[in-house]
C-alpha cells in the first residue's frame, strides 16, 4: 500500500501547524522551506484542509495558517480518507478499471481488503496531537530548514 504525496504533504502540513504555538501563524513559504516541498502543491493542500476545516487561513499581510481545531479532535485516519482519491490498492477494487480475469475466483482481493481495513483500523487509534508531542523538538528540526 502507498499513501498519495497528496495525503502526506496533509499531514506533514497538520504536523508543521500541530508543532507551533497555540493559534501561532505559519506561512506556506515557511512550510515549504521547512520540508523542501513545492508551495503550489502546499497551496493546494492547504486549500482542501481549510475545505475540511481543520486549518484557518488569514488574509493579507502578516496573515497565514494555523490549525483551526484542537491536535487532539483531528483524527489521523479521517484525514486519511479524505485526502486519498481512492484505496483501489489493486485493480480489482476498481469497479469501473478492474480488467482482472481473475477477479470471479480470486480470494487475494479479500486479504487485501482486510489488510486495507487493519491500516485504515490503526490510523482510525490516533490524533495529530499523538504524533506531536515532541513540539519543542518538532521546531527546532523545521526551523534549522527554513530559510
Do not use: W
Not at 5 to 26: C, F, I, P, Q
Not at 28 to 48: P, R
Not at 76 to 84: A, F, M, N, Y
Not at 91 to 97: D, G, H, K
Amino acid at each position: 500500500m502507498r499513501m498519495t504525496m497528496y495525503t502526506d504533504y496533509a499531514l506533514r502540513v497538520l504536523m508543521y501547524l500541530g508543532a507551533k504555538k497555540d493559534g501561532e501563524l505559519s506561512t506556506i513559504q515557511g512550510i515549504s522551506d521547512a520540508y523542501g516541498i513545492s508551495k503550489n502543491h502546499l497551496m493546494k493542500v492547504t486549500h482542501k484542509l481549510g475545505q475540511l476545516g481543520y486549518v484557518e487561513t488569514v488574509r493579507g499581510r502578516g496573515g497565514g495558517v494555523r490549525l483551526a481545531v484542537p491536535p487532539e479532535d483531528i483524527n489521523i485516519g479521517t484525514v486519511v480518507r479524505q485526502t486519498e482519491d481512492d484505496f483501489n490498492i489493486v485493480e480489482c477494487f476498481s469497479s469501473t478499471a478492474n480488467r482482472c480475469v481473475l477477479s470471479p475466483i480470486c480470494g487475494l482481493r479479500g486479504a487485501l481488503n482486510q489488510a486495507l481495513m487493519a491500516y485504515l483500523a490503526v490510523l482510525d487509534q490516533h490524533t495529530l496531537a499523538d504524533f506531536i508531542v515532541n513540539k519543542e523538538d518538532l521546531t527546532a528540526l523545521l526551523s534549522s530548514r527554513e530559510i
